[in-house]
């Protein structure tokens, strides 16, 4: 099978060639001038981890208890749509790839296939659901139960993309591959979708004609016929184009709504996309069980904060009481520990994983997760440290400053 590199640049380069223009430029591009995604990176490098000898660091112990559930390693698999880009089996493989390592899959409502059939991937493995809150509340009802019943064990609801961020590298190709990759497999599984009335809103079409989502759609599927689109489009490409986009925006949510989602499911919900230290706040006293600290991987808003650098506002202001998880940017063991150390209780991790997919499918996603998790070991113990208990921000130099 092929190889995949650990240093994170060469997997990058190598998954990237393997996937070629659309879809490498779908996974790896961000909102705008993709500065937000820069920022990202650059924080962990104003972290400096405070090396401390002599402290016996044999026998380290890297678990996490999440919801009830000890996890072997404080990693979680992020919500990613459209995988079949990378690779065939995408959700499939990877949620493989996650059981193996006894790590949380976090299944996408955007997957490439029904949420079911993820479930039965993960087998008695451990899987969160991942939940764009659509514009039609009949079709989140209906996703909450199937995840109920398929033995999903948190909801998390990702509160970033109620619409789509503006992502030149995309609108520059018409976004061919995100439609090509077949990511609303897990919406045509849905009876409730199916029912939903033929027209719904009207998004709003892109101002510059010849670009875009709706146009380049419409372009594709007339010369696509096996599309799935196409069977809800009844002979007209763009209106079925349209009306998915019109149950997948909501952009009118708003914290009046969430009791409604409180009130239907007995599971964890966790909030993904929380920056503000407030919105934090918010987030417990409305009886959520989580938050997720995350800017999208800078795919939704250019010049966004980094999301590292949000990381301890918001540990601070749920003051322990709710579980705070950390996505956007994790490349290295070093990056994870920092996020560790900044309050995080696990992290999640989604290019990189996209990368071993696309290269070797499910082997290669548990390739990104062994490198992952056994870097993450070498350098807790480097560090001086043997459980993720004993972690926090003394154990950084932060901005250059030294703990203490
Ligand atoms: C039209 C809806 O999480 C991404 C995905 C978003 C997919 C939603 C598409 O690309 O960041």
């Known amino acids: 099978r092929r190889r995949v590199p650990v240093a994170p640049d060469a997997l990058e380069r190598a998954a990237l060639a393997r996937m070629g223009g659309d879809a490498a430029a779908y996974v790896a591009g961000g909102a705008g001038m993709e500065r937000t995604m820069a920022a990202n990176r650059a924080a962990f490098d104003r972290y400096r981890l405070v090396q401390r000898p002599l402290r016996d660091v044999s026998g380290r112990d890297l678990s996490a208890e999440l919801f009830g559930r000890r996890l072997p390693l404080p990693l979680l698999l992020a919500p990613i749509g459209v995988l079949e880009m990378a690779h065939r089996q995408a959700d499939l493989a990877a949620a493989r790839a996650a059981a193996a390592e006894g790590i ?33 509340n009949e079709l989140v009802e209906s996703f909450l139960s199937r995840a109920e019943r398929a033995g999903y064990e948190a909801i998390v609801v990702t509160l970033d993309t109620t619409e789509l961020g503006w992502r ?106 929380i920056l503000h230290p407030e919105d ?6 409305a009886g959520m ?4 600290v995350s800017n999208h991987g800078g795919r939704q808003v250019d010049g966004a904060v980094a999301a590292l650098d949000a990381l301890p506002g918001v540990a601070d202001a749920v003051g322990g009481r709710v579980p705070v998880l950390f996505d956007s940017g994790v490349r290295s063991g070093a990056d994870a520990l920092k996020a560790l150390c900044l309050g995080a209780r696990a992290v999640l991790v989604g290019r990189p994983y996209v990368y071993g997919l696309a290269l070797a499918g499910e082997a290669g996603v548990r390739d990104v997760i062994r490198d992952l998790a056994a870097d993450l070991d070498l350098t807790l113990g480097l560090a001086g440290h043997r459980s993720l208990g004993e972690l926090d921000r003394s154990a950084l130099a932060i901005g250059g400053a030294m703990p203490g």
């Open 104 to 136: 949380p899959f976090i299944a996408s409502s955007q997957a490439s296939h029904p949420l079911e059939a993820i479930a039965g991937a993960c087998g008695a493995g451990p899987r969160w659901f991942q939940l764009y809150w659509s514009s039609r």
């Open 168 to 273: 030149p590298r995309d609108l520059d190709r018409g976004y061919l591959p995100f439609l090509r990759g077949r990511g609303i497999a897990n919406y045509l599984s849905d009876p409730v979708f199916h029912r939903l009335p033929a027209e719904g809103g009207a998004p709003g079409e892109h101002p510059r004609p010849g670009l875009g989502l709706l146009r380049s759609a419409a372009e594709l599927l007339r010369a696509w016929p096996g599309n799935p689109l196409r069977a809800l489009a009844s002979g007209e490409a763009l209106r079925a184009v349209r009306r998915f986009i019109a149950i997948y925006s909501r952009p009118d949510l708003t914290w009046d709504d969430l009791p409604f989602l409180r009130d239907r499911t007995r599971l964890p919900i966790l909030l993904k996309g």
């Open 280 to 285: 934090a706040r918010r987030a417990v006293e």
């Open 289 to 292: 069980d989580g938050v997720i």
